[in-house]
């Protein structure tokens, strides 16, 4: 088994702050990419940020420059940092790792349960 826990999640307010992690653990061999997910109520999921092992990042353009994710390879952790936070922030976050689990395994998907984040005044 392979699990993906997001944690850090909460209730801010606007202009406050927030940093999840996701931790991968489990059997694995190499992880490829890890990303962050949210989905709004009544939204389909949304594609927040990604990093692929090596370094380019893609963000939502909702986003840009007030997140930012990075990744510990060694830890298997990948993390979002999220500055001025805005209501519209409101979602669930679901943490995504693409990985092999040994040398010749195939690259699987796998994703968090999701941790809820909640910008209100």
């Known amino acids: 088994q392979v699990q993906l826990v997001e944690s850090g999640g909460g209730l801010v307010q606007p202009g406050e702050s927030l940093r999840l992690s996701c931790a991968a653990s489990g059997s694995i061999f190499s992880i490829y990419a890890m990303g962050w997910y949210r989905q709004a109520p009544g939204k389909q999921r949304e594609l927040v940020a990604l990093?692929?092992?090596?370094?380019?990042?893609n963000y939502a353009d909702s986003v840009k420059g007030r997140f930012t994710i990075s990744r510990d390879n060694a830890k298997n952790t990948v993390y979002l940092q999220m500055n001025s936070l805005k209501p519209e922030d409101t979602a669930v976050y679901y943490c995504y790792a693409s990985l092999k689990r040994s040398y010749s395994d195939y690259v699987h998907d796998y994703w968090g349960q999701g941790t809820q984040v909640t910008v209100s005044s």
């Open positions: 990093i692929p092992r090596g370094g380019s990042t």
